[in-house]
């Protein structure tokens, strides 16, 4: 792909990005910090298609977009961003091995383990701190936080894995 080509596709992607990120909502009203939205799908792609960083690129100009568009959070961000990483590096690396279906689905199944058990340590030592609650409290929401993090990068696996061949396609020759 030429540089010129792979500039203006990292720039697309982060601006679709960063509109899909303005569709967040909570999922759990127990931990409604916590907020679904399909943005990662696109970073997630561009990694699978143009390769992982271009993938980080298209994250982290999604997270920076959004923190200046809407947020004003850079903690939020910043858990969005590393959630995101967590994800994506294994993912992308697994399925680069052989791509295939197999290393691809491989590649998922160990990005949501991934995400789910770095988010769920990460989110242990911020919350307390974020929310100044203490860590009794912080345990409770355990399974929401681990929840949350696998149903949300289930979902970008799925639709990724259904759209991935078909926009790779767009971008051949
Ligand atoms: N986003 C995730 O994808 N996974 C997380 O584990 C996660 N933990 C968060 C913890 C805190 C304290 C905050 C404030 C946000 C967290 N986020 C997480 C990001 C959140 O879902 C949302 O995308 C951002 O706050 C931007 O609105």
């Known amino acids: 792909m030429k ?3 792979r500039i203006a596709t ?3 992607m982060s601006a679709l990005a960063t509109g899909l990120m303005f569709l967040e909502f909570p999922i759990f009203p127990s931990a409604n910090f916590l907020k679904f939205d399909p943005s990662d799908i696109l970073p997630i792609l561009s990694g699978f298609i143009f390769g992982p960083l271009d993938g980080v690129l298209v994250l982290l100009i999604k997270d920076l977009l959004f923190y200046l568009l809407k947020s004003g959070d850079i903690v939020g961000i910043a858990m969005n961003f590393v959630a ?3 994800f994506l590096l294994p993912a992308v690396y697994i399925y680069r091995v ?3 279906r197999v290393f691809e689905i491989m590649g998922y199944v160990v990005g949501v383990l991934s995400v789910t058990g770095i988010m769920t340590v990460l989110n242990m030592l911020v919350v307390p701190l974020y929310w100044k609650i203490p860590m ?3 345990v409770k929401l355990l399974p929401y936080i681990a929840g949350f993090n696998a149903i949300k990068f289930s979902i970008d696996s799925v639709v990724n894995g259904l759209i991935r061949e078909r926009i790779s396609k767009i971008f051949e020759n």
């Open 3 to 5: 540089k010129v080509t």
């Open 10 to 12: 990292i720039g697309i």
């Open 84 to 86: 995101g990483v967590s």
């Open 98 to 100: 052989r791509k295939n």
């Open 136 to 138: 009794s409290e912080t």
